[in-house]
């Protein structure tokens, strides 16, 4: 019998032919096809991927067409577990030494050499530092976001609340943060004055401050006041900034 153990690489998977394993044995290829369909009926009861275990496959013999298996390391495992005898144990280690280096043998061809390992490796430096530079501007996006909601611990005016929203990166003004909160139905116009929605002044995010003053000629009047309170302050900042 020729010792040549054929552990066969198929895009990098390894597996050896039953018929292979039935002449080591010394078995009958037959009963070890049998053995194996008994072993997926099993495989496949518990749920497990038979196709890393065994893979169906044919062979022609005198003009006719049989059936065989390839086995992979994990097949051959669990098959060749329960042959028993001295020569089993003594192919059973064959066998695995021989996937081994056949393993071995895959690993060290697929590993980068020379130019293309030095690209690799400034592939995943670039990965790392684009990871790194994502978790500090998400650092510093929270710093802001977090120095904008302590900078008042008062209601404050909308053209205070554009001023700290534009410190934080907003594109706005008092006049631009006051159209988009009529457009968006928080305050609205009433011929002098943007009034708070009552819906908003109801939960408590804006507020109307009345404000006494004395006309040139002595009359005496209250001009309205649209106000963001703290709790208004931390949801604009918050829907703009977050």
Excluded: C
Aim: hydrophobic share 40%; glycine share 6%.
């Amino acid at each position: 019998m020729n010792d040549l153990i054929n552990i066969e690489n198929k895009d990098g998977l390894l597996f050896v032919s039953s018929r292979e394993i039935a002449e080591r044995f010394e078995k009958r290829h037959n009963d070890v096809v049998k053995v194996i369909e008994s072993k997926i009926h099993i495989l496949t009861t518990e749920n497990f991927v038979v196709n890393t275990y065994f893979i169906e496959s044919s062979f022609l013999h005198n003009g006719n067409e049989y059936k065989e298996f390839l086995l992979t390391r994990d097949g051959f495992s669990f098959i060749a577990m329960g042959f028993t005898g001295s020569k089993a144990d003594v192919w059973r280690l064959r066998y695995i030494e021989a996937f081994n280096q056949m393993e071995s043998e895959i690993k060290r061809i697929n590993q980068p050499q020379g130019e293309e390992f030095m690209a690799l490796a400034v592939l995943q430096a670039q990965k790392i530092i684009d990871s790194r530079d994502a978790q500090l501007r998400d650092q510093r996006s929270k710093v802001l976001l977090a120095e904008a909601l302590t900078a008042s611990e008062t209601s404050i005016e909308v053209g205070e609340l554009a001023k700290i929203l534009t410190q934080n990166g907003v594109d706005t003004g008092p006049n631009k943060l006051f159209d988009w909160l009529r457009t968006n139905k928080y305050v609205y116009y009433d011929g002098k004055y943007n009034i708070p929605m009552q819906e908003y002044i109801n939960n408590g995010l804006l507020e109307i401050e009345h404000v006494p003053f004395t006309k040139p000629y002595g009359e005496h009047d209250v001009s309205i006041k649209t106000m963001v309170t703290v709790k208004g302050q931390e949801y604009f900042i918050k829907k703009f900034l977050g």
